[in-house]
């Protein structure tokens, strides 16, 4: 949410990122701050919803994003997902800031690895570790529900994580990651939120135990 509701820019073109990384200090947590590149409103250039205008950079914008001080921290990068920026996107991003934590939503609904298929030819985690080429245990694969035997195979070697959100992912309906074949490929994975719906590291781990029970 980088921009007034609108899409008006902020004085501050960062006065979000500011807010941030103001609260961390308040409170006294270890931030790392993960900008968020959002280029477009879907596969192939789709235009952004009215809704989605507050999100969007451009390129300088987002350069100037990444400049926000993070006293104690870090800042790294965040193309939201292959459907929001485009694969030059991705690349700059990725050249852009090499050797930072990078985070992309990927594989999260079967709608968008069909509408990834569609617009690319290949599957989405695929697509992802052909562009980014190099560097990917930096990398957080956020859900990465959908993600076929192959490619779980593919980011356990790239020492990729599999940043997963038990919770969200059951609350939206999206489906469950394939831990056993993960893990046994040496796959890493963390826990995290991608909603509102409860903050509690304790709960995504038992609503992640208690999926793996259901399949």
Known sequence: LHHQPDGRPY?????????????????GIGL?????????????GK?????????LCD???????????VPGGTIG???HSLRAVTL??????S???PARPAHIHVAEQEREVADCLAAHGRRPIDLLLDTIES????????????????ELKRMAAAKAVAGLCPITEANLGDGLFDAPAYLAADGRLGIGSDSLIRISAADELRTLEYGQRLT
């Open 88 to 93: 030059d996107d991705l690349r700059w991003a």
């Open 32 to 44: 790392t701050l993960l900008p968020v590149l959002y280029r477009q409103g879907g596969f192939l």
């Open 135 to 150: 560097d990917t245990s930096r990398w957080c694969l956020v859900h990465a529900t959908h993600a076929d035997v192959a």
């Open 11 to 27: 004085d501050a073109v960062n006065e979000m990122a500011q807010r941030i990384v103001a609260a961390a200090n308040t409170v």
């Open 59 to 69: 390129r300088d914008t987002y350069a100037r994003l990444m400049e926000t001080p």
């Open 95 to 97: 050249r852009a800031w």
């Open 47 to 55: 235009p952004a919803t009215p809704a989605q205008r507050r999100f």
């Open 77 to 79: 990068i965040a193309p």
